[in-house]
């Protein structure tokens, strides 16, 4: 059956793929000199800055409808939005949506000097850095989404210490979650006010299984759902948090309000499950995670379940029966760096189908490039098209072809 409306499109990051640090006045970032492999840094990537072009040539020959990446706050401290204004018009010059995320992880230095998400101001910062993007693009941009996965922000870059900035606060990491929830409506407003076509989010959602039916287990898993999937959805869509959370939240009268701004689409990042029981004695956390050995494993260790995507799409309907439309704003996997990438084919397929039988309205790959894989530096691969790292030669893989094979057949139905 055609599916002519059905939105398909890749995904990529500023950080992971631009390079040219010291290009277009752009700032510091907390990424910058972050520790990842040794010897890894993004100070080039995939070289985009410079290829961008080259870039959105693949993307035309790959047929899609639209290409979601995101504007490196840092870059449009200087005159970025330089470079943002020429790919916007070489994506609409081939006939792709340009899908604009405002933050994927790369706080400017300064900022996170400052105090960074723990510090209730850097909301409103970026809200006038919102309105500054805006006002230069929004007559040509398709789509919004002020944030990406701000639960890995708060997890993994506060509570943990696994992303930068390297905090390791557990519980105390917290406010930052409602200082990113804050910031997102602060920004939905400014994009409304500047004539947004379409806004939305990308979060980051697992589907959550005890590892028995224990009372503890269910608990345990309960427990990481509310700090994984809950803190952010519950006030986005509908203006309250969890009740185990909300008293350890820095909510203000009017927060709560200002967050849950409509949206026009929700959006999923879906890449597995996750398994809980109940902690054991000295761990300060009330749950740990248990491996889900019965799934397949992509090549950075994470299970292979499609109809996971299905099983956390309409927990989210459940949960929030007025559910905006449905994009998977990220799904891929990181393999080995062959050109035949059979693995990746049918992991690929395997959710497309799943997105479909989930109701979504489109689907984003990750990734189009190879690219810097944050703390795991240039170790694991999610593109659709190799990168030579040391040449910066592109080469479609055939999960490439297949994906520009499924696009057209599902737009016509032949």
Known sequence: MPLPDFLWGVSTSAFQIEGAFTEDGRAPSVWDEFPSIEGHTAEIACDHRHRYAEDV?????????????????????GTGLDFYDRLVDELLAADIRPVVTLYHWDTPRHVEDAGGWLNRDTASRFADYAAAVAARLVDRVAMWIPLNEPAMTTLLGYAIGQHAPGKALLYDALPTAHH????HGLAVRALRAAGAAAVGTANNHTPVWPASPSDDDRAAAAAYSALHNWLYADPVLAGRYPEELADRLPVRDGDLATIAQPLDFYGVNYYNPTRLRAPSEGNPLPFELVDIAEHP????????????????????????????????TENGCSYPHEI?????IAYLDAHVEAA???????YFVWSLLDNFEWDSGYTQRFGLVHVDYETQRRTPRDSFRWYRDRIRRDRTGR
């Open 340 to 344: 035949a990438d059979t693995a990746r």
């Open 57 to 77: 040539a693949l993307m035309r020959d790959l047929g899609v409808d639209a290409y979601r990446f995101s504007v490196s706050w840092p870059r449009v401290e």
């Open 297 to 328: 494993k992509t090549g950075y260790g994470w299970p292979v379940v499609p109809s996971g995507l299905e099983e956390i799409v309409a927990e989210l309907r459940r949960r929030h029966p007025a559910l905006p439309p449905v994009h998977i």
């Open 180 to 183: 990113l929830n804050l910031a």
């Open 356 to 362: 479909l039988r989930a109701g979504a309205s489109g």
